[in-house]
């Protein structure tokens, strides 16, 4: 079995504001093995930074227990501390400071010598694309750049689990898909744990080997993206009526189906969840067909992490700032 890099048991924390209480995190367990990206996704204000601040040790948890690399969150915070790596939303580089001069001066901190520092420094510039920018200000550089620089400063010190809070949040498509294949370097180069948070289903989805939902500061489900999908069950099935009085008709239809859920009409179209999408999409062309029903469309599509978001959440990630899922295949009736 891969050794646990992370092990929490009801992490709690509780925020007092004057005499107002905020439950910011109620109770979450996680585990997470040596060398896997896990995605912790959740709307805004779910609990996922006061999370990862528990567990990066810049926040203490006002209940529960966490190992981190191996060190006691409570008793040996130190030890957590030089196991792993944190790169915040803000970053942590000062805009006018040389970007190399930040990285060595953060890994003096960790007790590497300037030599050792610089070397690793340039080598981890040159895997991220930063060749060439050493001398340069962090105001200077573009956002992808930047992004890249906090990381290489979180990574400074040879951690065996990083955290990253939100990295590709502001960042254009271009610049989020170069930082994901950074990412999977990490963990295929240097066998590196990723822990991070993302507002983007595009991102935990292509990214993570596993994804955790939070909602209202606890985790209400977990799994790979696929298995997550399953949960939701079947297929979900588009049918848009031509002439908009026959929109009735063709829901009842949908709703015949075998196995269907009662489905939704949104003005001219129909909105169901079917067990096999493809089963029923010939189906129901034979029974439209019989009925003399026209349609201007109709598809059927895997769900995707926003159907599940929806169904656990009652929100969706897109609602809340999130990337748009990928477009549904439509296919022409
Ligand atoms: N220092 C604080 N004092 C009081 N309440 C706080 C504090 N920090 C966070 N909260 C509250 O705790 C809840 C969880 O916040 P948190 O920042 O963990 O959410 P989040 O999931 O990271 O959100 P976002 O996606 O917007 O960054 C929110 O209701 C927030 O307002």
């Given at each position: 079995m891969l050794s646990r890099v992370i092990h929490a048991r009801g992490l709690a924390r509780t925020f007092r504001k004057r005499k107002e209480e905020v439950h910011a995190v109620v109770g979450v367990d996680l585990d997470v093995s040596a060398g896997e990206i896990v995605g912790f996704l959740g709307p805004n204000g779910a609990g996922k930074t006061t999370t990862l601040r528990m567990l990066t040790t810049l926040l203490e948890p006002t209940a529960g227990t966490a190992t981190v690399a191996g060190c006691d969150l409570r008793t040996d915070p130190v030890g957590v501390r030089r196991r792993i790596g944190y790169v915040s939303?803000?970053?942590?580089?000062?805009?006018?400071?040389?970007a190399g001069e930040e990285v060595v001066d953060h890994a003096r901190l960790y007790g590497m010598s300037t030599a050792e520092a610089t070397e690793r420094g340039k080598q981890l510039f040159s895997e991220l694309d930063?060749?060439?920018?050493?001398?340069?200000?962090p105001k200077a550089m573009s956002g992808g750049q930047r992004r890249r620089l906090d990381i290489a400063v979180g990574l400074i010190h040879v951690p065996e689990l990083v955290f990253l809070d939100e990295?590709?949040?502001?960042?254009d498509p271009q610049a989020r898909a170069n930082l994901w294949d950074h990412i999977r370097a990490l963990r295929e180069e240097r066998g590196t744990t990723v822990f991070l948070t993302t507002h983007y289903l595009d991102e935990a989805d292509a990214l993570c080997d596993r994804i955790l939902v939070i909602d209202h500061g606890s985790i209400v489900a977990e799994g790979t993206p696929d298995q997550l999908k399953s949960q939701v069950g079947g297929d979900v099935l588009t049918v848009t009526a031509e002439r908009p009085e026959e929109a009735a008709e063709v829901a009842r239809l949908v709703g015949a189906?075998?196995?269907?859920?009662?489905p939704q009409l949104v003005e001219t179209r129909v909105i169901g969840r079917v067990p096999h999408g493809g089963r029923a999409l010939v189906e129901l062309v034979r029974a439209l067909d019989a009925a003399g029903l026209a349609v201007s469309g109709i598809e059927s599509r895997r769900p995707s992490l926003d159907d599940v978001f929806l169904g656990l959440t009652g929100r969706s990630l897109r609602e809340s700032g999130g990337a748009p899922a990928p477009a549904p295949e439509e296919v022409p009736a």
């Open positions: 939303q803000s970053g942590s580089t000062a805009p006018e400071a040389r930063l060749d060439g920018l050493w001398e340069r200000q990295p590709t949040t502001g960042l189906l075998p196995g269907a859920e009662p």
